[in-house]
Structures are given as structure tokens and as C-alpha cells.
């Protein structure tokens, strides 16, 4: 029985777009060639580095540095879990005898149970919890900011966060990472449906329910044993909108997060989508293009991807060992 190629087929109906062509497009473009200022907003930027949670920890430390140094208010949106930075982080700081106390902690999202209501930080089950027992427990005394100057997700101020973030003049850099469904973490096409670019990215904080790709790719982290139990992760959550992120004087978008300490591979394709794709609602991740920021891609994610079937290769290959057998 020989394989035939005449089957053809459309992406499903949860995927906004349906031109295999333009699809294909998409994935083979060239992250590594298309590095450095070559996108619409001169002031975005494409980095391929190898080590981007370092890229995270430098940049950030820096800037709790600076507003130490200057005695100015810095206030960030940070993504969590990234146990592994926090930690690194705090030592740095630590060591260096860095004062915190002008730094304001907003997060990107937070857990929320069926009832939408939102998981405390002292809940295993909470991102923020992560980011105290990881960051903040682990500096000396002195260092610490004001422990008010963390601002966590409640259940009563979901829709006001965005709020929150304004009254203290908006963030001054923001820190994401591109979902497997193509969202800025829970910011996705379900999500935040919109009929315009213009409408989404008038959108605030809000409580939602998360596209299954990202139930699956949450339930690989540490929090839930790096073991695909989809059935312990939260099925809502809060996240900020697209304005404040829009709103903040920097973003900061970092690829190389990976599940069950494998590689990178689901990532290739939506960042793919975000960087080269359309600027349109359908594809909320490429809103980071309308920044002055960086997206730092780790070299497995910058990597051509292939989506060929295992057949393609494997026929071939099984030939040239039966001519190298004899048979």
C-alpha cells in the first residue's frame, strides 16, 4: 500500500484561519533572518539569544536596581510560575544589597475556580503564591518592598485591576509569554473577542475561561507535577487586558517557556503567528508588535519547524537500511 497525498482538509473550526497557503506561509518564515527592527513599529525588536530567562532576570534586576539607585517608583507585570528566575532573582538581590522598596508587583493573571472565584495567594494553586515563596520570602528583611505594594488578584477587583495599574501611572515594563493558543497568556481569541484591532486593544481586566490548549499547557508545569493532569488545573481565570499591557512603557515578550523539561517545539508555530501573522483580534499575540519592546526566542523556538508526518521521513529511511542489509 502506497501513501497519497490527495487528501485535503481545513484547520478546525476553533482555529480563526483557514487558508492553508497563508497558513503555511506563516510557519516557514525565518525567525533567525527576520531578527533585529524589521517590523511595522520601528520600535519593536526580534532577539534569538540562548539563554532567555537570564535576558529576564538581567533586565529585570537592572530596573529594581535603577529605582533603588534613583529612588523612582517602578511598577511591573509579571508572568508567573518562573520559580527558576524569581529565585535566581532574589539571590542577586540579595547578594548585591538591592532595595525593593519603590517596586510595584502586578500580575499578568491569576487562577480562578468554576465560581470565578480567585485563588488567594497562600493557595497552592495560586501564581502569585509562586512568585512569594520564590521572590519575595527569599530577600533579607531590609530589601523587601512594602508588602502592600503587591498587588494581588482578588475576587473583588477583577474588573478594577486595570485600574489599579493606572493610578499608579501604568507599568512601566510589562513581561508576557505567547500561549499555545496564540494569546498573551489567557488573552486569547475566546477570551477577548473583538470586531476591531482599535476594540481590543480598549480592553481591561476581566475574568475568563481558558481556552483548552492552555489548560494542557499549564498542566505540564511544576505546579501540577510537570504531569498533563488537565484535570487539576483551574478552569478560570483573571487576567489583565490588552490596554494595560498596550499602556505600559516597555513589553517584554520571552519564549522559551518549556513543559516536562522537553524542548520548545509547540511554541514554534504561535510565535510564528504572532510575529508574522496579521494584526487583526484573531491574533491577539501580535499586538506586542505595536510596542516599544523585544520578543527574546530561544534558539529551539527560533529553530524551522516541520509539521511534515512521520511518514514522509520514515518510508525513505527504512529503505536505505534494507539496501544497507541486503535485502
Sequence with gaps: MAFY????????????FKD?????NIVNEDVNARQ??????????????FDVHNYFAIDLMQRIRLSDVNNEKLVVILPTPENATYISLAEAINSLKISCRNVHVFFLNEYANEKGEVAPWQSP???????????YNRLDDGLKMPIENIH???????????????????????????????????ID????KASSIDELKGMTSRLVTPALETIAQDSLRGMFGFSGDISSVPPKAVTVGPKDLLSAKEWIDLEYLVGCAGTGTHQKFPIRLALFGPLCPENP?????????TCYVCPEVAEMPSSAPDFVDLIPALEKIAQKEGK
Aim: hydrophobic share 35%; glycine share 10%; charged share 20%.
Design 20 to 24: 492553508r497557503e497563508f497558513i503555511d
Design 36 to 49: 533585529g527592527k524589521n517590523f511595522e513599529n520601528p520600535d519593536f525588536e526580534l532577539k534569538v539569544v
Design 285 to 293: 499575540a501580535s499586538l506586542m508588535r505595536l510596542s516599544k519592546g
Design 5 to 16: 497525498s490527495s487528501f485535503k482538509f481545513a484547520p478546525g473550526e476553533w482555529f480563526p
Design 189 to 192: 481569541v475566546e477570551t477577548f
Design 125 to 135: 494553586y495560586s501564581k502569585s503564591g509562586q512568585f512569594m515563596n520564590n521572590f
Design 152 to 186: 494581588f488578584w482578588t475576587s473583588e477587583n477583577v474588573e478594577s485591576y486595570s485600574n489599579e495599574i493606572e493610578k499608579l501611572g501604568g507599568a512601566d515594563v510589562c513581561y508576557t509569554y505567547i500561549s499555545w493558543a496564540g494569546g498573551l497568556g489567557v
